[in-house]
């Protein structure tokens, strides 16, 4: 007896859907490369935007200043004309702390993965499920608010951050204090204002993560 032909059987739509679901990414890749790409970006025009270093450490521009106000005067236009090289001081301070402290690193880029993975870069659908239990986007975002609560505030690496960014800052005002600015071109047009500056990225952030946030709306 002849053996039958084997007969296909058709794949619904809806059964193809779930399997392209399940094997998404638990993270919207679009959003996510364009958020680096324009952190990229803006880091990089902000540093060309620099102002020389060696203009930091000229020694004939330090002096010690007559009085209170005058140091604060000189801290202000240093810190308008110097901007860009000082937040990168303050970073590399804070970098320099954190690989001091590798436990406090691998925390903090933890709790990063955490949010851009579970909240901010994933897809709404499909919901969240940790341990066989299905998390809603509120119930994930309260989850995050508390953990990082918890690791800034309640932990060894909130004083770390926070102590570097006091060092980095004390270093800075001594800098801007002692620095005589009448060599600096204060009129010219400050580094890191509109869309060039280095925290520029945070709005190129929130349209990079739009799409995801207003799926789960």
């Not at 804070?94 to 690989?99: E, I, K, V």
């Not at 691998?106 to 897809?123: D, E, G, K, N, Q």
């Not at 071109?185 to 990225?201: A, I, N, R, T």
Request: hydrophobic share 50%; aromatic share 10%; net charge positive.
């Amino acid at each position: 007896m002849a053996s039958s032909p084997a007969t296909a059987i058709p794949v619904s739509t809806g059964q193809a859907a779930a399997g392209s679901a399940q094997q998404t990414a638990p993270i919207s890749t679009p959003a996510f490369r364009l958020f680096l790409s324009r952190l990229s970006d803006s880091v990089r025009r902000s540093l060309v935007n620099r102002r020389p270093w060696y203009e930091l450490a000229d020694r004939s521009s330090f002096s010690r200043p007559e009085s209170v106000s005058e140091a604060a005067s000189r801290v202000r236009k240093n810190v308008s004309y110097f901007r860009i090289n000082y937040i990168a001081f303050l970073a590399a301070v804070l970098a320099l702390s954190l690989l001091s402290h590798p436990i406090s690193l691998f925390v903090l880029l933890a709790l990063l993965a955490s949010w851009c993975f579970l909240y901010l870069f994933r897809p709404a659908d499909p919901p969240l499920v940790i341990l066989g239990r299905q998390f809603s986007d509120r119930e994930t975002l309260i989850g995050l608010v508390v953990v990082t609560v918890f690791v800034v505030f309640l932990t060894s690496v909130g004083s770390l951050l926070i102590s570097a960014l006091l060092v980095g800052a004390a270093l800075v005002c001594v800098h801007g204090a002692f620095r005589m600015p009448e060599d600096l071109f204060l009129d010219e047009q400050e580094p890191g204002v509109g869309g060039s500056g280095l925290l520029s990225f945070l709005g190129g952030a929130a349209s990079a993560a739009g799409p995801a946030m207003a799926s789960r709306v």
